[in-house]
């Protein structure tokens, strides 16, 4: 393994608490020296352990930042086993591709190289920027906040990542790129204020694109619209001569304020690894039944909504972190639609990401088939009838 020593052993976590415009501090990420009966083993180099900080839980206004995770009360909360922190943490953290980015800016480590890398999560936490999404940024201080960001525009930040793509990059180039590291998946993407003062994820497209997967992208998104699925505000723009998706930020209300948000797969109790294969649809309604506020409607129907618009434009990597819910300190709510993006088939079957139909037992997969019989021999798991799910597709 390249050395990667002097990674930090804790980062504080700032919150916007709900309605507010400024962050405060919450509490601490630690790695805690004594800890060594629990497995080194954790992806992503923890366990990073969490404390509230007595400020913060004596704050008339603290919520919790996820509560079946880490509840409102003091002392250090472990993360479940095999996870490098509690999840509604790593959800605020890069993926690959801003993964990718900080390993070349860090370490100049790129490819099969940086492959060998041994980068903790923590270090990717304190090393992207900090306009991230939902309402969390970490921090090396827990007194005052420093903003991590850079200002660019489209075409700027565009060339950057281009450069990122060729070998070429600039250390200049490199600290522009660094605002959207924040942002997951594994696209390239930036993040861009428009005229009307919104902030948008720009989407880019790779010369190496097999299919033009901006438009495609695009195009699915606006299928969802049409059939009255909710999904931000999208639209193509050109830059560099080629189209870039921007995509309306639904953690960002415009007016200053940012929604705290956790991923499918946090709520599912899931990690990276463990997602692939056990991300099941019906296990997500039943914590959406748990945790959404009372009167929150037909979660059933809307998920089997979701699901079936998925099927019908392709898009088979609708995957645990390809959903989200949006966490006021008490209930979850589904976020918008997002990634809804036709992809490549070989042959004439699909599997979706997650499973549509229920398991039969804790240790069997459920149907994944991307047909209309899964959907309507699962309708019952979605609390529809059968005749209502053939209607729905
Ligand atoms: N409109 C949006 N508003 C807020 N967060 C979003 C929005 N769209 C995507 N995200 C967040 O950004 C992450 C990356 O976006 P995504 O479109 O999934 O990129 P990729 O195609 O690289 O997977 C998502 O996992 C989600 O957390
Ligand atoms: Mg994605």
Known sequence: MASTSNQPRRAYVWVWLPG???????????????????SRSAQ???????????????????????????????????????????????????????????DDRLFGKRGPAASALDVDDLTYLLESGSNRIGALDFQISN??????????????????????????????????????????GARPKVIVTGDDGREYIAKLSLSTDPYPV???????????RRVGISVPQTRIVQSMGRDVLLVERFDRPGDGTRRMMVSALTLLGLS?????????????????????????GSLG???????IVNILIGNTDDHARNHAVFW????????????????????????????????????????????????IAAAADYGVTRTEAADMF
Request: aromatic letters at 8%; glycine letters at 10%; a negative charge.
């Open 20 to 38: 507010r415009t400024e962050p405060v501090f919450a509490g601490a990420l630690e790695s805690r020296k004594g800890q060594t009966a629990r």
């Open 44 to 102: 992503g180099g923890g366990p990073f352990d969490f404390a509230y900080s007595p400020a913060y839980l004596e704050r008339p206004d603290a919520v919790s930042l996820y509560s079946p995770e880490l509840p409102l009360e003091g002392g250090w909360q472990e993360p479940a086993e095999e996870r490098s922190m509690a999840g509604c943490l790593r959800d605020a953290g890069p993926d690959s591709w801003g993964q990718r980015v900080i």
């Open 143 to 184: 007194t005052e906040y420093v903003a991590r960001q850079t200002p660019a525009t489209l075409d700027e930040l565009h060339q950057a990542a281009q450069s990122f793509e060729d070998g070429t990059l600039t250390a200049e180039l490199a600290v522009a790129l660094t605002e959207g590291t924040a942002v997951g």
């Open 214 to 224: 901006v438009k495609a992208e695009a195009a699915g998104m606006d299928i969802a």
């Open 272 to 296: 990276d690894f463990l997602g692939a294969r056990w991300s099941s649809y019906p296990e997500l309604l039943d914590k959406l039944h748990q945790l959404a506020a009372p009167g929150a």
């Open 301 to 307: 129907r809307a998920l089997l909504e979701r699901i």
């Open 328 to 375: 006021n300190g008490r209930h979850v709510e589904l976020t918008p639609a997002y990634d809804l993006c036709p992809q490549l088939r070989m042959g004439w079957e699909a599997n979706q990401a997650m499973d549509i139909g229920r398991a039969a037992s804790s240790t069997t997969q459920g149907t994944r088939a991307s047909n209309r019989s899964t959907i």
